[in-house]
Each structure stands twice: as C-alpha cells, then as structure tokens.
C-alpha cells in the first residue's frame, strides 16, 4: 500500500486549505484511514479519523467543528477539509492507513494502530 499526502502550504489564520492523500494498493473500503499531525516538539496526534464505510469519524477536540475528513472510494482518496485555520494548527501532517477494517475506538487513535503512512505534508499557519 503506497499513500501519497498533499496540500498542505502557508496560509493566514482563518484560512483554509485542503488535504488530498491518495491510495493505491487497497482500496478505502478494506481500511480505516486517518489524518495524523506533528507539530515541532510534540507527539505525533490524530486529528481526524474515517472508518472504511465513510459513516463513522472521529476528529480530535482541537479540530471538532473546523476540519472535516472525507473520502471519495472513485479516487481512491481521503480529504481532510481545513476551515477557520489556527496558530496552533501548523504542523506536518500525515495520512495513515490500517491494513484492514478496523473499528474506530482509542486504539485507533494511537499511530501504533496503522500500517502504512505517507510521507507528511507540511501546514503553516501565519497569525
């Protein structure tokens, strides 16, 4: 499984941007796909979470509201949509894959839970 993660950029607090990350080798129905971020001197955290039906998601408290994550099983490719942009928001960001379906629960958001991972993208929010 191979993910290619892009979209990420510069840009001013309150702006947005959006995350593509494209799969090949699996397709997003066998698998659990996340958006994990790392900001300079800290842990790596999931920001947001799909499961391989589409229909369960988890986002981390810091994002609930602003980001949205979405996959489009045509393309092959989970979005992770980044409105009303923070400081705080500026890391790398990185989409991960499970090997197969696995249901969301705290497991899931340990990076420990994921196979494969693409090879970050880097967001800069300027205030």
């Known amino acids: 499984v191979q993910l290619q993660a892009s979209g990420g950029g510069l840009v001013q607090a309150g702006g947005s941007l959006r995350l593509s990350c494209a799969a090949s080798?699996?397709?997003?129905?066998?698998?659990?796909m996340a958006w994990f971020r790392q900001a300079p001197g800290k842990k790596r955290e999931a920001a947001a979470i799909i499961n391989w039906s589409g229909r369960n998601t988890y986002y981390a408290d810091s994002v609930k509201g602003r980001f949205t994550i979405s996959g489009d099983n045509a393309k092959n490719t989970v979005y992770l949509q980044m409105n009303s942009l923070k400081p705080e928001d500026t890391a790398v960001y990185y989409c991960?894959?499970?090997?197969?379906?696995?249901?969301?629960?705290?497991?899931?958001?340990?990076?420990?839970?994921?196979?494969?991972w693409g090879q970050g993208t880097l967001v800069t929010v300027s205030s």
């Open positions: 991960a894959s499970t090997r197969r379906r696995t249901v969301l629960s705290s497991w899931t958001t340990n990076e420990y839970a994921y196979d494969y």
């Open positions: 080798g699996r397709t997003l129905g066998s698998v659990t």
